[in-house]
């Protein structure tokens, strides 16, 4: 499995990003893609997951009511709209694909390369 990520760059507080994981290759089987970011640092964080069957979702309390997961089967591409953003939103973003979601890192078994989001005025 195969994960791109994209859509990352510099916005000020309250403004928008959405965030693209475009997954190619074997991807049956891996029911689940997460977002974790990571900022200078810190350890890596569980932001939001979901399901590519049944669109099921889980987010982080610190995301939520903020960013929404979605995904588009056809494409094979999920998303990570992003709102209110605040400074401590700052890290590089990376998509996971694993076969169950997880707020755990080590359950998702393929990582894209990260896109940066920086929130500054």
């Known amino acids: 499995v195969q994960l791109q990520a994209s859509g990352g760059g510099l916005v000020q507080p309250g403004g928008s990003l959405r965030l693209s994981c475009a997954a190619s290759?074997?991807?049956?089987?891996?029911?689940?893609l997460g977002w974790f970011r990571q900022a200078p640092g810190k350890e890596r964080e569980f932001v939001a997951a979901?399901?590519?069957?049944?669109?099921?979702?889980q987010y982080s309390d610190s995301v939520k009511g903020r960013f929404t997961i979605s995904r588009d089967n056809a494409k094979i591409t999920g998303y990570l709209q992003m709102t209110s953003l605040k400074v401590e939103d700052t890290a590089v973003y990376h998509c996971?694909?694993?076969?169950?979601?997880?707020?755990?890192?080590?359950?998702?078994?393929?990582w894209g390369q990260g896109t940066l989001v920086t929130v500054s005025s």
């Open positions: 979901i399901r590519w069957s049944g669109g099921i979702t």
């Open positions: 996971a694909a694993g076969k169950y979601t997880s707020i755990y890192p080590n359950e998702y078994e393929y």
């Open positions: 290759g074997r991807t049956f089987g891996y029911d689940a």
